[in-house]
């Protein structure tokens, strides 16, 4: 009878199965890495016995015992001292290597054969990762191949997901990554988590390095190379390790391009195109020392373009057969060379405008360089006198002007138009009149905006214009306007300042004879006017712009008030110091926001209520509370800054409040500090504001100072660096009180044409 227990485990004699197959499969894979290791060390040895081959002028078995014998009699195997062998016949970047690292050159040799026996980039990158970055303990590595405009292309790949691989296959120009910041910068970088977006990064955020892979001044691609942890910052070892990896790859992307010689036809190509172009051009071809590094470019072709001038340069130098460019253009050493060598290195194609130009024959060109194959493609366009003066032209007609003008200020020379003549009434022989000259030629009344125009272009040197009237030679007067800016070159020098006059008389007299329109606003601009100075009156009237100082319980109290100097923007900033019934003295500033009549009559609401409140003995917290119902509900709903502090003679304790007000300063024996920033919301901003009051215990000799924020504000400045210059202006200032409020309002050189309140309290 059969029953369950009879049968076998659920699925025990398929696993089981499953464990054998996997078991043999891994024991095959290890069995074909051996294999493969095995092959590559048989490589290293037999190219090792070519070399003594060579050297020795005998055969393959001769050479095999000899290598046998050496490695025998040094105690060394046999992998050891046939990467020695390699090494002092090649004498390349590895065998610098192993001068420091001689264990190193094992691998690194290894790592050669496979190279050179792999099928594409892709192995390779497997062989790197098992011969050579597994000793490095790296775990990833990525061969990027550079394309033009200085993209790249995930040429090859290990330690990475094929799916990322794929999100990675190429990066755009223009893309910040590691491996384009050392194809840009060509040197080898080393990467901390800097966060810039790279292939593994979600995965593997330890050490990162990236190394150019140049050839002949030429980056073919990068080689970036992944660890698991941190790595120690730049450590020696590893990066002359990693330099020899990076020359290693560089011959599996450096492309099969058609040979370059003179039949060459890449080459033909290329002179082809150069002689087709209407300017002149020269083809180059990098030429290497004998380290292989970048030395100079070799003129593989000039087009027939080149000018007499040009041509003249090459006379004491053979052009053919193709000479090299900096013994023949001694002038190109500056910064032509570095853009030639940027754009053979990267592909990334380089143009400029009014480049000064050693090769040019008027020393200032429109400069292309572009990459071709192996060659690199120079072409210029010579700025002369026809040019510069159709230039002067194009500018006029863009900026709709009648006369033009240029002011090289290289070499000093001013070119003006024939309608620039015409409008000054001058001859065309007659000399041009420089720029910084204009305000001889200009009406007195006008010297103002003339002189802001030019310190804008002839100092800060931006775009500026003005209108003016100008006096001519012949006693016309006409008004003007001019129109200016300043020209640099692509290495931000300045080079020249280009502009235009333009004769607007017609539109002056046409704007006068239709100002009698302007009638129908003069009633509105009259009542404005009205209000504006109904509000100067009323201000003045609660606070009266002359200097006021109250003695009282051993104080001396000082204050200062400057209004605004144009009257439509009188505001409400208020100040006050008074004696209360209490004995004690209250002092506040404050700052209604806004300007004209409202912001007055508010500012005299606020300062009247918080006398009148400050007559209950309340502190100055309550007091503020207080004053933001006031602002609140009884005021129309304005809004202010203020702070109030009540003065207690017999202690000398000073308790204060702020609302949303610059904390009061404290002078004391030459230093100051501002008080305590205590809590406190701007006035009229919420209906249950709640304040703080701050106790402040004052000395004999003690200076108290409460200002308005119309003392210290710029438009140039944060209000934090017009606090501390007030700090120091304070600190510096001696004498009276009254010498010491005086010099704050001189020194203090706020722009914003607002109000000003200042109180000083010294204890005597």
């Keep these: 009878m059969h029953t369950p227990a009879d049968d076998p485990p659920a699925g025990g004699t398929g696993d089981r199965d499953l464990g054998r197959l996997a078991d043999t499969v891994e024991r095959l894979r290890r069995e074909v890495e051996r294999t493969r290791r095995a092959a590559d060390d048989r490589a290293l ?83 790197l990762v098992e011969h050579a970055l597994s000793p490095l303990g790296a775990t990833a590595v990525a061969v990027w191949a550079a394309g033009p405009d ?17 999100r990675w296959h190429h990066v755009p120009p223009g893309v910040v990554t590691p491996a384009t910041r050392a194809m840009v910068e060509r040197r080898t970088i080393w990467h901390a988590d ?55 790859c560089a011959h599996t992307l450096d492309a099969p391009f058609a040979p370059l010689g003179q039949d060459g036809p890449a080459l033909a190509e290329i002179v082809d195109l150069a002689d087709a172009l209407p300017d002149p051009a020269l083809v180059l071809r990098a030429h290497t020392n004998a380290q292989g590094d970048l030395a100079d470019f070799r003129i593989q072709h000039a087009n027939e373009r080149l000018t007499d001038g040009e041509r003249l340069l090459l006379e004491a130098y053979p052009l053919v ?8 253009f001694p002038l190109a050493a500056g910064g032509l060379f570095a853009r030639i060598e940027q754009v053979l290195a990267t592909g990334e194609a380089f143009r400029a405008e009014r480049m000064p130009l050693g090769l040019s024959s008027t020393g200032v060109a429109d400069v292309s360089v572009t990459r071709h194959a192996e060659c690199v493609l120079l072409v210029w366009r010579d700025h002369d006198e026809g040019a510069r003066l159709a230039g002067i032209l194009e500018h006029a007609q863009r900026l709709g002007r009648i006369g033009g003008f240029e002011e090289n200020a290289l070499t000093g020379e001013i070119t003006w138009n024939a309608q620039l003549f015409s409008v000054y009434g001058m001859s065309p022989d007659d000399r041009p009149i420089p720029l910084e000259r204009l305000r001889d030629h200009a009406h007195p009344d006008d010297e103002v905006p003339i002189g802001r125009f030019l310190r804008t272009v002839l100092h800060h ?121 209490n004995d004690q003295i209250l002092l506040s500033v404050g700052d209604v926001a806004g300007h004209g009549v409202e912001a007055a009559t508010g500012m005299v609401v606020l ?57 009061p300063i404290l002078l004391r024996e030459e230093e100051g500090a501002e008080l305590p920033m205590v809590r406190g919301p701007l006035l009229g901003a919420f209906t249950d504001a709640r304040y703080e009051e701050g106790e402040l215990q004052l000395q004999a000799k003690d200076t108290l100072l409460l200002y308005t924020d119309g003392l210290i504000e710029r438009r140039d400045h944060n209000l934090r660096h017009a ?28 722009d914003t044409d607002d109000d000003t309140c200042l109180i000083g309290v010294h204890l005597s």
């Excluded at 698991?228 to 020899?244: C, F, N, V």
């Excluded at 606090?723 to 706020?750: F, M, P, V």
């Design 45 to 127: 040895i037999e190219l090792a016995k070519g070399v003594l081959m060579e050297r020795l002028s005998c055969g393959p078995a001769q050479a095999a015992g000899q290598l046998a014998s050496l490695a025998g009699k040094a105690g060394v195997p046999q992998l050891e001292l046939a990467a020695d062998v390699v090494n002092q016949a090649a004498r390349d970047r590895i065998s610098d290597v192993a001068q420091t690292e001689s264990g190193a050159s094992v691998w690194l040799r290894a790592t050669e054969n496979a190279a050179l026996g792999a099928s594409d980039t892709q192995a390779v990158a497997r062989s």
């Design 150 to 166: 200085s993209c790249l292309t995930l040429a090859g790949y290990a330690g990475f997901g094929p799916e990322e691989a794929r």
């Design 194 to 248: 800097t966060g810039l977006p790279s292939i593994g990064r979600q995965s593997s955020r330890g050490g990162r390095v990236t190394a150019p892979m140049i050839t002949g001044g030429r980056v073919l691609g990068v080689l970036e190379i992944c660890w698991p942890q941190a790595l120690p910052p730049r450590p020696p070892r590893i990066e002359r390790q990693i330099d020899a990896l990076a020359e290693l």
């Design 321 to 328: 057969p193709g000479g090299l460019l900096l013994e023949a």
């Design 461 to 581: 040197r931006r775009f500026a214009a003005t209108a003016f009237r100008l006096r001519r030679l012949d006693g016309v007067a006409r008004h003007m306007r001019v129109v200016a800016e300043p020209v640099f070159g692509p290495d931000g020098q300045f080079m020249a300042i280009r502009g235009a006059y333009q004769d607007i008389s017609s539109q002056h007299w046409t704007e006068v004879a239709l100002s009698v329109t302007r009638d129908q606003l003069a009633h509105t601009e009259q009542q404005s006017a009205e209000r504006n100075r109904l509000a100067l009156q009323l201000q003045h009237a609660i606070m009266p712009p002359s200097h006021g100082t109250m003695e009282s319980f051993g104080l001396h109290i000082a204050v200062r008030y400057r209004p605004a100097q144009k009257e439509h923007l009188v505001g409400g900033d208020w100040y006050d110091a008074v004696a209360l019934p």
């Design 607 to 663: 300062r009247n209520a918080l006398r009148g409140l400050a007559t209950t003995g309340a502190g100055p917290a309550q007091l503020m509370a207080w004053l933001n119902m006031v602002a609140h509900h009884l005021a129309n709903r304005l809004t202010a800054t203020a702070v109030c502090g009540l003065y207690d003679p017999p202690s000398r304790m000073l308790r204060w409040a702020r609302a949303g007000h610059l904390p």
């Design 723 to 750: 606090q501390d210059r007030l700090l120091d202006i304070a600190r510096r200032t001696s004498a009276t009180l009254d010498h010491r409020l005086d010099d704050l309002l001189t020194h203090c050189n706020s």
